[in-house]
């Protein structure tokens, strides 16, 4: 009975947080200077632990902080707030791409920075567990550049395919929550991170090779 109970608090706990979220939501697409105000200590600690696994693959010596990413990526994010977000899960795909966005440019000027130094390197896109808690893709540095690179190329070919590797990667949405994200079935996404992976390892081994 105490477990059920438990169960039925945190259910109960997540859905009022996703109510307050979509409150909020609704107030910066109304334009409420407040709004944002209102969303980030209800993002907060999930932007923080997206923040965290991120900067967990990156090599010894990265100055960003998890703070630092964080606050990085709202900045970004609060240039948007009149952006058609409807749900919490629509939010986590647009920070998932703002902190690639900011991932990638700090890779950009670490590697200006020691230009003339070592070449680019070649990143082997392994498979990755279907797991938002268990994102095994070795992407650092140069690494990063690589796979942002191809990611462009595979997001020309099929926008959607891209996104769902941000939200997947990136953001480490669950399949349910990129499904909500995208708007488009469970199934479709589960079918769109198997083929975007496959496309992005031969498209990374062939650079390599």
């Known amino acids: 009975m105490a477990e059920q109970a438990d169960a039925a608090a945190k259910v109960a706990a997540n859905e009022a947080a996703e109510q307050e979220t979509v409150a ?3 107030m910066l697409r109304r ?6 105000d209102r969303l980030i200590p209800l993002v907060y600690a999930e932007l923080r632990r997206v923040a965290h696994r991120q900067l967990a693959v990156e090599p010894a010596g990265h100055t960003l902080s ?3 990413l964080v606050h990085e990526a ?17 939010f986590f795909g647009l920070a998932a ?10 890779a950009r000027r670490h590697q200006a920075a020691r230009r003339g130094g070592s070449q680019q390197q070649p990143v082997a896109f392994e498979d990755v567990e279907a797991s938002a808690d268990a994102l095994s893709v070795a992407a650092r540095g140069d690494e990063l550049l690589a796979l942002d690179e191809a990611l462009e190329r595979l997001s020309a070919l099929d926008a959607r395919l891209g996104r769902v590797v941000e939200c997947r990667f990136f953001g480490g949405l669950t399949e349910a ?5 995208l708007g488009v079935s469970q199934r479709t996404v589960a079918g769109d991170w198997l083929m975007a992976k496959g496309w992005l390892y031969q498209a990374l081994r062939a650079e390599s090779e």
């Open 24 to 26: 909020a939501l609704a």
């Open 31 to 36: 334009g409420a200077p407040d709004g944002m």
């Open 66 to 68: 998890t703070t630092a």
């Open 74 to 90: 709202y900045l970004r994010i609060a240039d948007q707030t009149r952006a058609e977000w409807t749900n919490r899960a629509q």
């Open 97 to 106: 791409r703002a902190m690639r966005r900011v991932l990638v440019d700090y």
């Open 177 to 181: 929550e990129t499904a909500e994200a």
